[in-house]
């Protein structure tokens, strides 16, 4: 019974093989002789699609507002998932591996923080980049995130803070 299995399985790939090159020729004749075909059938119904938008902009918007409104948290993951990708170029995976990646944990030296979510869920957790590139930097906490922008991201202006705090520290 196995040398039969073992048999019948040598034969398939051997039957494949040698009908793989002919099975792919086929193909291209196939893609030569309806590649026209198929780039005017998807031209008209392109431009046939768009004029239909045009005409009917209001009534998509209506479904489109019915359906964020019938499914807040789809409409929120999804939001979050195109927000990613505009902005940082990232995928929600690529965005929890990178937070996996920096312990799970705020990416600030010396905060400890776990970015707990807020209290109606909303994530406390943001995307830190360099404005001036766009660079992706890491994951901080809503605290640190804040602070790095009060600064506008200024090397001298935190030094100047971290100094400025430590001569109040030394005179107590």
């Known amino acids: 019974m196995a040398q039969s299995k073992a048999r019948a399985k040598e034969w398939s790939r051997e039957h494949y093989l040698a009908n793989i090159e002919e099975k792919r020729a086929v193909q291209r004749d196939y893609n030569a002789t309806h590649r026209e075909e198929r780039r005017a ?9 768009k ?12 479904q489109q507002k019915l359906w964020r ?12 998932r195109q927000r990613l990708k505009r902005k940082y170029g990232l995928t929600p995976k690529a965005f929890d591996a990178m ?19 807020l209290s109606n869920g909303r994530d406390r957790r943001y995307v830190d980049h360099d404005h001036a590139t766009g660079m992706v930097r890491g994951i901080v906490c809503h605290d640190c995130n804040m602070a790095l922008g009060h600064v506008f991201d ?19």
């Not at 059938?41 to 699609?49: L, N, Q, S």
């Not at 004029?51 to 209506?62: F, G, P, S």
């Not at 200024?154 to 107590?172: F, K, N, Q």
Request: proline share 6%.
């Open 41 to 49: 059938y998807y031209a008209t119904h392109v431009a046939e699609r």
């Open 69 to 80: 409104d019938g499914n807040p948290e789809r409409n929120a993951v999804n939001m979050r």
């Open 154 to 172: 200024s090397v001298e202006r935190l030094a100047g803070m971290i100094t400025y705090l430590a001569r109040a520290a030394a005179s107590d």
């Open 51 to 62: 004029a239909w938008n045009e005409a009917n902009r209001e009534k998509i918007r209506a």
């Open 99 to 117: 937070w996996i990646g920096q312990g799970e944990c705020c990416a600030i030296p010396g905060c400890d923080s776990t970015c707990p979510p």
